[in-house]
T-cell receptor, first 115, second 116 residues
């Protein structure tokens, strides 16, 4: 089956620093990748959709300049949380959609804690 | 617009008894529907999906769901709960057309607890 990895799985950083999270499709080419955010005891909220080689499309209320998304290749998308603050602490999950699939495959998630 | 409502935030059952997790949806387009399971601090795993074929869908680990268009429901069931089924379950709708093609909308989640 299709596998999606995320790195790191867990990160703790100081307020004001930037953190980069990687999402990789390991055995397929992902034409589209999605980034979600999940607060404790809540559901997943879509943050943005990225297509390889083009700018990401952000959902309403998501700050483009704070959550930078780059989808430079068909197997890699990155989410950079810039100038992180404690309220950015959350579980970030990516998913990938390949050409030959009709479902999204999810990564294991990255838990970000901002002190 | 599309939305998903999971009618129970928590469901508690005894091991060996049936499981019912309820989900209602609304969608302007013919939707695809999914159930995902999330164990603590783990990624999402697909249990089953409905994509306009058979209305009764069988998934992994003995789960199944029935798509009922007249009731706009997609309830998840399992005849006999196992301790390993304890997790959080998400009902998800995917838009099939329009400018938001492919986007997933998640329900609020239902936490399933299984007692010995």
């Amino acid at each position: 089956g299709a596998v999606v990895s995320q790195h790191p799985s867990r990160v703790i950083c100081k307020s004001g620093t930037s953190v980069k999270i990687e999402c990789r499709s390991l055995d397929f080419q992902a034409t589209t990748m999605f980034w979600y955010r999940q607060f404790p005891k809540q559901s997943l909220m879509l943050m943005a959709t990225s297509n390889e080689g083009s700018k990401a499309t952000y959902e309403q209320g998501v700050e483009k300049d704070k959550f930078l998304i780059n989808h430079a290749s068909l197997t890699l998308s990155t989410l950079t949380v810039t100038s992180a603050h404690p309220e950015d602490s959350s579980f970030y999950i990516c998913s990938a959609l390949g050409r030959n699939y009709n479902e999204q495959f999810f990564g294991p998630g990255t838990r970000l804690t901002v002190l | 617009a599309q939305s998903v409502t999971q009618l129970d935030s928590h469901v508690s059952v005894s091991e060996g008894t049936p499981v019912l997790l309820r989900c209602n949806y609304s969608s302007s387009y013919s939707p695809s529907l999914f159930w995902y399971v999330q164990h603590p601090n783990k990624g999402l795993q697909l249990l089953l999906k409905y994509t306009s074929a058979a209305t009764l869908v069988k998934g992994i680990n003995g789960f199944e769901a029935e798509f009922k268009k007249s009731e706009t429901s997609f309830h998840l069931t399992k005849p006999s709960a196992h301790m390993s089924d304890a997790a959080e379950y998400f009902c998800v709708v995917r838009r099939a057309g329009g400018t938001s093609y492919g986007k997933l909308t998640f329900g609020q989640g239902t936490i399933l607890t299984v007692h010995p």
